[in-house]
């Protein structure tokens, strides 16, 4: 890929399905982080994978929030937490 805008990168998931020979039509969802590049539902891939996946599901990445949480609760957790044992 040239660029990491929407459009390039909607094109290329495309054509990785198309290769694969999975019809994107029959995705059920899609899960992002809240760049507008990838979760904006009239320019981003979400909005694009929605339309042509009618019965697609748009949600926030679940493991992106948890991951945001756990950086924010590290400096307040006694760091002997967060060392390998």
Do not use: P, W
């Not at 459009?7 to 694969?20: C, G, H, I, P």
């Not at 992002?32 to 590049?37: I, L, N, P, R, Y």
Request: proline share 0%.
């Amino acid at each position: 890929m040239d660029k990491c805008d929407s459009e390039s990168v909607y094109n290329a998931v495309a054509d990785v399905q198309l290769r694969l020979n999975i019809d994107l039509a029959d995705c059920c969802a899609v899960t992002f982080d809240g760049a507008s590049a990838f979760s904006s539902e009239t320019i981003g891939i979400a909005g694009r994978i929605c339309a042509v996946a009618k019965r697609a599901v748009h949600t926030h990445c679940h493991m992106h929030c948890v991951n945001l949480s756990v950086c924010h609760s590290k400096g307040h957790v006694k760091s002997e937490v967060f060392r390998n044992r």
